[in-house]
C-alpha cells in the first residue's frame, strides 16, 4: 500500500529534525520510496503492509494540507527495506544522493544531516552560550566546551577528547594510518575532510560561499572558520595563559607552545613537530617536492604560506608595520625580528659560550663556530654555506636569478638587501650617519669607510 502526504514549511522542519534521531525505529516495517523537499510543496510517499504509520512528528499523522514556500530546498530520497539497508554495511552500497553536490550515503538520516550543509539549517542551540548546531550530537560535544568533559581517552598516550571522533583521529598520529587516499593522485589523509579539501585542488570547485563577503570555499569547515572574521567569534580559551581562538584544533596546537609536546615524527630523520602540517611541510625537504608555484614567475615551493610571502617581491606588499618607527615588512617574524632594534632584546641565547642574538638565524650561524658545521653545499661548485638562505643567494651566482626588480628603474638584483640600498639612490635616503662630522650614507659600508679619514686608520 502507499501513502502520499503533502507538508507545510514548520512540518518539514519537524520531519526533518525527528527523522534524524528516530527513522531506524520508526520506519522498521516501512519502505520510504521517495520524500520529496522542492520550492512550493513536499510530498513523502510510503510502502507498506499496515493501514497504520507511525511518523516521528506528529503532525505527519494527520493528512497535511498543501502549502507555497518559495525559500524551501529540494531534496529527493529512494530508501529501500531496513534488510537491504542493513547489507550496505557489509556492500558499501550508498543508496541515498545529494542533488545538490552529489554526496552519497548508506542511511536517510545521514543525508538529512548533509543537507543542512546547504541549507545552513541549525536547529539545535547550545542554552549556555546561543551557538547554534546543525545535529544533536553536534550540540552535544559542543557543550562539553562550557563543562570541561572528556570522555573519550588514548589508551597509547592517555590524551582525552571532547569527541569520538577526535580520538580517532589522534590515534592515526599513533599508527601512522591514512585511510582516506585521493583517486586521482594517490595523496592519502588521515581525515576524510582533508582528503575533501585535497580534491578541490584538482577540480578547482568551492561550492561553499560566504553570505557576507561572497568568498568562496572548498569545504564548509573552512567556511566555518572563515566566518569567524566577520563575528570576532572566539570560543575556545587556553586556560594557561588566557589567549582566546576561533577553532578547537587551533587550541590544541597552541596548548603544545605551553607543554612542549611534539607529536609528530618525521620517520626520515627523527625531528619532531607539534603540528602535522609542519611534518608534512617538512617532509618535502627530503623528498625535493614543491608542489605550489607563482603564478608570476613560476618559482616552486614546499607550502602555500611561502608561496604567499614569495608573490610580495612582486607586488611590494608589506602589510606588517612597525608601530614606533613606521617601517613596513612583507613578513611577520621580520617585524618581530626589527623591533628588538627598539627593545634591544636578544631571545635567542648560545647554550656554549652564553652570546645572545636577536634573530635565530644568527644563532644557528654562531653555533658554527663552535661546532665547525656547514651544512648546506651547493652542488655545483661544492661551497659549504652554514646557512640554507646563503646557499640560496649563492646559487644565483651560477644560475643569473635575479627575483628583487626595482619598480622604478628596470635593475634587478638576486638579493632583497641589495634592491633595499639601490632604491635609496631613487628616494635619497641616507640612514648611515657619521656621528663625527654628520656626514651621511645610504650604504653601511659607506660609512665605515669614511669613518676612516677621522681615526687615520687604512680601511
Given at each position: 500500500?502507499?501513502?502520499?502526504?503533502?507538508?507545510?514549511?514548520?512540518?518539514?522542519?519537524?520531519?526533518?529534525?525527528?527523522?534524524?534521531?528516530?527513522?531506524?525505529?520508526?520506519?522498521?516495517?516501512?519502505?520510504?520510496?521517495?520524500?520529496?523537499?522542492?520550492?512550493?510543496?513536499?510530498?513523502?510517499?510510503?510502502?507498506?503492509?499496515?493501514?497504520?504509520?507511525?511518523?516521528?512528528?506528529?503532525?505527519?499523522?494527520?493528512?497535511?494540507?498543501?502549502?507555497?514556500?518559495?525559500?524551501?530546498?529540494?531534496?529527493?530520497?529512494?530508501?529501500?527495506?531496513?534488510?537491504?539497508?542493513?547489507?550496505?554495511?557489509?556492500?558499501?552500497?550508498?543508496?541515498?544522493?545529494?542533488?545538490?553536490?552529489?554526496?552519497?550515503?548508506?542511511?536517510?538520516?545521514?543525508?538529512?544531516?548533509?543537507?543542512?550543509?546547504?541549507?545552513?539549517?541549525?536547529?539545535?542551540?547550545?542554552?549556555?552560550?546561543?551557538?547554534?548546531?546543525?545535529?544533536?550530537?553536534?550540540?552535544?560535544?559542543?557543550?562539553?566546551?562550557?563543562?570541561?568533559?572528556?570522555?573519550?581517552?588514548?589508551?597509547?598516550?592517555?590524551?582525552?577528547?571532547?569527541?569520538?571522533?577526535?580520538?580517532?583521529?589522534?590515534?592515526?598520529?599513533?599508527?601512522?594510518?591514512?585511510?582516506?587516499?585521493?583517486?586521482?593522485?594517490?595523496?592519502?589523509?588521515?581525515?576524510?575532510?582533508?582528503?575533501?579539501?585535497?580534491?578541490?585542488?584538482?577540480?578547482?570547485?568551492?561550492?561553499?560561499?560566504?553570505?557576507?563577503?561572497?568568498?568562496?570555499?572548498?569545504?564548509?569547515?573552512?567556511?566555518?572558520?572563515?566566518?569567524?572574521?566577520?563575528?570576532?567569534?572566539?570560543?575556545?580559551?587556553?586556560?594557561?595563559?588566557?589567549?582566546?581562538?576561533?577553532?578547537?584544533?587551533?587550541?590544541?596546537?597552541?596548548?603544545?607552545v605551553h607543554t612542549g609536546e611534539k607529536p609528530h615524527h618525521c620517520d626520515i630523520c627523527g625531528k619532531t613537530f607539534s603540528h602535522s602540517n609542519a611534518l608534512t611541510i617538512h617532509k618535502r625537504m627530503h623528498t625535493g617536492e614543491?608542489?605550489?608555484?607563482?603564478?608570476?614567475?613560476?618559482?616552486?615551493?614546499?607550502?602555500?604560506?611561502?608561496?604567499?610571502?614569495?608573490?610580495?617581491?612582486?607586488?611590494?606588499?608589506?602589510?606588517?608595520?612597525?608601530?614606533?618607527?613606521?617601517?613596513?615588512?612583507?613578513?611577520?617574524?621580520?617585524?618581530?625580528?626589527?623591533?628588538?632594534?627598539?627593545?634591544?632584546?636578544?631571545?635567542?641565547?648560545?647554550?656554549?659560550?652564553?652570546?645572545?642574538?636577536?634573530?635565530?638565524?644568527?644563532?644557528?650561524?654562531?653555533?658554527?663556530?663552535?661546532?665547525?658545521?656547514?651544512?648546506?653545499?651547493?652542488?655545483?661548485?661544492?661551497?659549504?654555506?652554514?646557512?640554507?638562505?646563503?646557499?640560496?643567494?649563492?646559487?644565483?651566482?651560477?644560475?643569473?636569478?635575479?627575483?628583487?626588480?626595482?619598480?622604478?628603474?628596470?635593475?634587478?638584483?638576486?638579493?632583497?638587501?641589495?634592491?633595499?640600498?639601490?632604491?635609496?639612490?631613487?628616494?635619497?635616503?641616507?640612514?648611515?650617519?657619521?656621528?663625527?662630522?654628520?656626514?651621511?650614507?645610504?650604504?653601511?659600508?659607506?660609512?665605515?669607510?669614511?669613518?676612516?679619514?677621522?681615526?687615520?686608520?687604512?680601511?
Amino acid at each position: 500500500m502507499q501513502h502520499k502526504f503533502k507538508l507545510k514549511q514548520s512540518e518539514r522542519i519537524d520531519f526533518r529534525n525527528n527523522m534524524e534521531q528516530e527513522t531506524e525505529e520508526t520506519y522498521r516495517h516501512s519502505d520510504i520510496v521517495n520524500i520529496s523537499i522542492k520550492k512550493n510543496e513536499t510530498s513523502i510517499e510510503i510502502n507498506t503492509e499496515s493501514e497504520r504509520i507511525d511518523f516521528p512528528s506528529k503532525t505527519l499523522q494527520e493528512k497535511g494540507e498543501a502549502s507555497t514556500h518559495s525559500d524551501n530546498f529540494s531534496m529527493s530520497i529512494s530508501q529501500a527495506s531496513p534488510r537491504t539497508a542493513h547489507t550496505t554495511i557489509h556492500t558499501g552500497e550508498k543508496p541515498y544522493h545529494c542533488d545538490v553536490c552529489g554526496k552519497s550515503f548508506s542511511k536517510v538520516y545521514a543525508l538529512t544531516k548533509h543537507i543542512r550543509v546547504h541549507t545552513g539549517e541549525k536547529p539545535y542551540r547550545c542554552d549556555v552560550c546561543g551557538k547554534l548546531s546543525s545535529t544533536k550530537s553536534g550540540l552535544d560535544v559542543h557543550k562539553r566546551i562550557h563543562t570541561g568533559e572528556k570522555p573519550y581517552q588514548c589508551d597509547v598516550c592517555g590524551r582525552s577528547f571532547s569527541g569520538r571522533s577526535n580520538l580517532t583521529k589522534h590515534k592515526h598520529i599513533h599508527t601512522g594510518k591514512k585511510p582516506y587516499p585521493c583517486d586521482i593522485c594517490s595523496k592519502s589523509f588521515t581525515e576524510r575532510n582533508a582528503l575533501t579539501v585535497h580534491k578541490s585542488t584538482h577540480t578547482g570547485e568551492k561550492p561553499f560561499q560566504c553570505e557576507i563577503c561572497g568568498k568562496s570555499f572548498s569545504h564548509v569547515d573552512l567556511l566555518t572558520m572563515h566566518k569567524s572574521i566577520h563575528t570576532g567569534e572566539t570560543p575556545y580559551h587556553c586556560d594557561i595563559c588566557g589567549k582566546l581562538f576561533s577553532r578547537s584544533g587551533d587550541l590544541t596546537t597552541h596548548i603544545r607552545v605551553h607543554t612542549g609536546e611534539k607529536p609528530h615524527h618525521c620517520d626520515i630523520c627523527g625531528k619532531t613537530f607539534s603540528h602535522s602540517n609542519a611534518l608534512t611541510i617538512h617532509k618535502r625537504m627530503h623528498t625535493g617536492e614543491k608542489p605550489y608555484s607563482c603564478d608570476i614567475c613560476g618559482k616552486s615551493f614546499t607550502s602555500k604560506s611561502k608561496v604567499t610571502v614569495h608573490k610580495r617581491i612582486h607586488t611590494g606588499e608589506k602589510p606588517y608595520h612597525c608601530d614606533i618607527c613606521g617601517k613596513s615588512f612583507s613578513q611577520s617574524s621580520d617585524l618581530t625580528t626589527h623591533k628588538y632594534i627598539h627593545t634591544g632584546d636578544t631571545p635567542y641565547h648560545c647554550d656554549i659560550c652564553g652570546k645572545s642574538f636577536s634573530r635565530r638565524g644568527h644563532l644557528t650561524t654562531h653555533k658554527y663556530i663552535h661546532t665547525g658545521g656547514k651544512p648546506y653545499l651547493c652542488d655545483v661548485c661544492g661551497k659549504a654555506f652554514a646557512l640554507r638562505s646563503d646557499l640560496t643567494i649563492h646559487i644565483r651566482t651560477h644560475t643569473g636569478e635575479k627575483p628583487y626588480h626595482c619598480d622604478i628603474c628596470p635593475k634587478s638584483f638576486s638579493q632583497s638587501s641589495d634592491l633595499n640600498t639601490h632604491k635609496r639612490i631613487h628616494t635619497g635616503e641616507r640612514p648611515y650617519p657619521c656621528d663625527i662630522c654628520g656626514k651621511s650614507f645610504c650604504r653601511k659600508s659607506g660609512l665605515t669607510k669614511h669613518e676612516h679619514i677621522h681615526t687615520r686608520d687604512k680601511p
